[in-house]
């Protein structure tokens, strides 16, 4: 793991603050069937290496001070490592992920098990397909939602009536950009990293409105899913595969911390793919 210097934040004070996340260990991680374009079951896939490759992840998290829950890894689901898709949790409220591919479907179920039984209960449910955080993005007080290959649209105003919070819709037109948190990084309350291209031009508009000063990813930036990061207002951890993203990240005043996940890419999946986070309510 490499834990580069911090970079000198010019005229910015970012802020780390600690977040609880949850991660599905991939002790059953393979690559059996297709349903989005980086997966070829004729590719050898190392699950020693991908369960080496995630446990640097979980260290990353622990080191700078998050607390990573885990969610028990199910036989015969091998997606199940990409957690974010688990479902949506926002001011202590969950909402349960349905997914679009029958490959996938039965995960909808255990995680929502999991997340009641952490305590997250009741778990809400909405009517239509939606992949949990792999579409939906928390923003500070605004969720940005993905539509176009995976959640279905209707979706984003059952979230919004269950959180309270406003939901943005963006449609995403590229298949290699099939989930929003394939296209876009949260950074911080009010800063987000993007992928143009893999958006729509009227999703294109609503972003350059709402996010004037977005750090913008490049082809390059993308195609290693370099966008699929986690941050914590300070720290973000991302793959160390983007560099030119990750200068681009340095010099808005964030720390940029690399790590390798080539195997887990071959599911299509990246860092935040592999992370679900819980954030609380308040409390009283
Ligand atoms: N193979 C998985 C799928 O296609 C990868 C999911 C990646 N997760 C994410 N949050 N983008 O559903």
Known sequence: MTITELAPAVGRDRALSPRTYAMTRPSHFEVTYRINPWMN??????TALALR?????RETYIQLGHSVSEVPALPGLPDMVYAANGGLVVGGIAIAAA????????EGAAYAAWLDSAGLGPVHTVSG???GEGDFLVVGDRILAGTGFRTDRDTHRQVAAITGLPVVSLELVDPRYYHLDTALGVLDE??????????SPDARRILADLYPTAVLANDADAAVLGLNLVSDG???VMTDAAPHLASLLAAAGFNPIGVDLSELLKGGGGVKCCTLELRPGVTS
């Open 41 to 46: 079951p004729s590719v050898e896939v190392d």
């Open 53 to 57: 490759q995630w446990n640097v992840l």
């Open 99 to 106: 997914f679009r591919h029958p490959q996938r479907q039965p």
């Open 129 to 131: 397909i939606n992949e």
């Open 190 to 199: 009010e800063t987000i990293t993007y992928y143009p291209d893999a958006f």
């Open 234 to 236: 300070l720290n973000v």
